[in-house]
């Protein structure tokens, strides 16, 4: 999907992150995005001014900590896409959620109580960081079945796929999909999220790219500059 260009210090320029964010906590009061509607518009510009015009809103669920409904993120995109318009903000939002693997997300798929989004109807979860969690195969499968196309969050930043990256080849094979941040290519050589995220550039296993923000706050890469606009962007931790 994306050019590969390796420079002489041996890592790589990062890929561009193009028009869409697939990955964005941009709604206001939902989970640990903004807090408010002003937050959500500086995300917008923000994001517009990366050379972003499509944002696919994805808010944690989380059964004991978000159990947001499909119903409340519907009702905050539609006034989220009111607010930019009032405000004069081109930017194009789609719904979608960031589901935990847990079994209230198999329930979820058993009742097709998913949001999903693109033509390959594209469902982002998340797993925790340490552990393959037991259910994992059986949600994957479950998606699958159901007609969606499982897309696993920032994969970079799994330390049991850091470790064990014959899982990411058994995940591929399940038909999972790897979304990865964008602003963890601009990790040192010292970050193993960094140095993962590389690793499944150069072996084309990045499918789609995202910001993860949570907050229009600065990147930290003091100097890094995109290709895009020449503005200089802070690294979400």
Not at 195 to 202: D, Q
Request: net charge neutral.
């Amino acid at each position: 999907m994306f050019s590969l260009l390796v420079r002489r210090d041996g890592l790589i320029d990062p890929p561009p992150l193009g028009d869409t964010d697939v990955h964005c906590h941009i709604l206001p009061g939902i989970d640990d995005g903004p807090e408010d509607p002003r937050g959500s518009l500086a995300i917008a510009r923000l994001l517009l001014e990366m050379g972003i015009t499509t944002v696919v809103a994805t808010p944690h669920v989380i059964s004991d900590i978000y159990p947001t409904t499909t119903d409340r993120i519907l009702e905050a995109v539609e006034g989220l896409r009111k607010l930019l318009k009032n405000s004069g903000l081109d930017l194009e939002v789609l719904a979608g959620a960031e589901y935990y693997v847990e079994g209230d997300l198999l329930g979820r798929v058993e009742r097709g109580d998913l949001l999903s989004f693109g033509k390959d109807k594209f469902v982002l979860f998340e797993s925790p960081v340490e552990s393959k969690p037991m259910i994992l195969e059986e949600i994957v499968f479950a998606m699958k079945t159901a007609g969606y196309t499982p897309l696993m969050a920032h994969v970079e930043r799994y330390r049991y796929l850091q470790k064990d990256r014959d899982q990411i080849a058994h995940l591929r094979r399940l038909g999972v999909k790897f979304q990865v941040n964008h602003p963890s290519f601009m990790l040192p050589k010292t970050s193993r999220r960094g140095e993962m995220a590389r690793w499944l550039y150069i072996k084309g296993m990045v499918d789609l790219l995202g910001t993860d923000m949570h907050r229009a706050t600065p990147w930290v890469r003091p100097g890094h500059k995109t290709r895009r606009a020449g503005v200089t962007y802070k690294l979400f931790g």
